[in-house]
């Protein structure tokens, strides 16, 4: 009854979608604000007629959270559904081979049936809206086994500060037994696997400043600190020749995996040919003494995600910059503290200025690891549901991801979160061109009801 609802409502369902993604809710450009603000209301319309009760927009000093309920038992167990509705900007336009807020549908050797091409097509519209079109098919064929809520928020794109605010001040609106986050992937189409832990985030913005004002590179070249060449043979030293970050202490709680961990993490299927060929590379690199899986999942990492500085313009223009900037992200691993990482990375990167320049570290957001364990209800529950859409039993697979809000939501709540996303490594989420497969996207809506009755049985 439930697939012959979905089936029956497809086209229905698609539309919604590349309506939601026709909006461009960019929580980190102001110039977008109204826009987010209107996806929030989208959010909150499509609950409704789902059949969500108490729909509300729930005001923050930022942008809205989107809350909803449906409670048909107190003695039933009550599933908080979590996704966000802002999307990271579509820079650099350009690259887009069509328009990022114009979605279009093309086909791709990953996905022969389609994918939908815009942003936030994977992340996180098109996974958190499966969760809609689910409970609206249980609810229109009165199969819902139990107690949902849903927060859906619209600042997880700038680091979720406001929902850390809003969930501490809510416990009782949102108590809960499990969390249901859909922000993840799987492995392929063919390989279906579960999220069991995320990297946690430190993310920085460092500021070199050198004259007061741009100079002349032939009058002063040569004579005067330039920041931009500071800025990047400071850069240049928080690695070492093996890949291992330099600041003192980083390493401090990073605790080292046995062999037998090792082992079973190198069961999960993976070609190294094919990842390097699907990003275009020649060969890998990274941290010496571990493989690629290990060094995108659960070893830390140190990234520069933006620099500039001087001119960029058209042309050329001889000038030595005054100033120059550099955006860094560190992913991080269990036992590793975010406040800790951020007080160390400025400690250092002001220690390893020259005296001819002075520095200034800006802190941004951060958030903790997150490990899920494989032996509850919870965990079971989605894994007897994918294996019964995808045929196979999922595969238990760390992410190299960060979402802050799990490990808040295990502080706050005390309730364990479940990652049971849909989309994958190849869908270039925060890339031009991102995409979600038309596949993807409808097996989430099949496969959501399933964890639901799975979890009612389970508790019983």
Not at 156 to 174: M, Q, T
């Amino acid at each position: 009854m439930i697939n012959d609802y979905i089936e029956k409502n497809k086209d229905k369902f698609l539309e919604e979608l590349l309506d939601l993604l026709r909006i461009p809710s960019v929580s980190a450009d102001p110039a977008y604000a109204k826009d987010v603000v209107k996806t929030a209301d989208f959010v909150a319309a499509s609950l409704t007629k789902a059949g969500a009760d108490k729909v509300q927009l729930c005001q923050t000093a930022g942008y809205p959270i989107v809350y909803g309920e449906k409670l048909i038992d107190p003695s039933l167990p009550t599933v908080l559904v979590y996704g966000h509705y802002d999307v990271q900007p579509a820079d650099p336009v350009e690259l887009w081979d069509s328009p990022p807020y114009e979605p279009v549908i093309k086909k791709t050797d990953i996905h022969p049936e389609g994918a939908i091409f815009a942003r936030g097509a994977c992340d996180d519209k098109g996974q958190m809206y499966m969760h809609v079109k689910a409970f609206e098919t249980m609810m229109e064929t009165n199969s819902l086994p139990c107690n949902v809520k849903f927060m859906i928020e619209g600042e997880e794109e700038v680091g979720s500060e406001n929902l850390g605010i809003f969930v501490a001040a809510n416990h009782e609106k949102l108590a809960c037994d499990v969390i249901l986050i859909s922000d993840t992937g799987v492995i392929a189409n063919d390989i279906p696997s579960i999220c069991t832990g995320l990297r946690g985030l430190s993310y920085v913005e460092v500021e070199v400043t050198g004259p007061n004002r741009d100079l002349h590179s032939g009058l002063y070249g040569g004579a005067v600190p330039n920041p931009i060449n500071v800025l990047c043979e400071m850069i240049a030293t928080l690695k070492n020749q093996d890949k291992h970050i330099t600041i003192p202490g980083f390493y401090d709680d990073v605790r080292v995996l046995g062999q037998e961990e090792r082992d079973e993490m190198a069961k999960a299927p993976f070609n190294l040919s094919e990842y390097k060929k699907s990003i275009g590379l020649k060969d890998v690199e990274g941290e010496a003494g571990f493989t690629t899986n290990e060094r995108n999942s659960v070893r830390p990492t140190l990234d520069v995600n933006g620099i500039w500085g001087g001119y960029i313009g058209e042309g050329a223009k001889t000038v030595i910059a005054s100033k120059a900037y550099a955006k860094i992200s560190m992913r991080l691993v269990p036992n590793q503290s975010s406040e800790k990482i951020t007080e160390k990375f400025q400690k250092h990167f002001e220690s390893i200025a020259p005296p001819s320049v002075s520095v200034k570290v800006t802190p941004h957001h951060g958030g903790e690891a997150a490990v899920t364990p494989t032996d509850t209800p919870e965990y079971r529950a989605a894994s007897m549901a994918m294996e019964t859409t995808y045929g196979k039993k999922p595969i238990p697979q760390p992410s190299g991801g960060s979402i802050p809000i799990v490990a808040l939501f295990e502080k706050e709540l005390n309730v364990k979160t479940v990652l049971m996303g849909f989309g994958l490594d190849s869908d270039a989420i925060h890339s031009p061109n991102e995409h979600y497969g038309l596949f993807n996207y409808f097996q989430g809506i099949k496969t959501i009801p399933l964890y639901f009755q799975n979890y009612a049985e389970l508790k019983k």
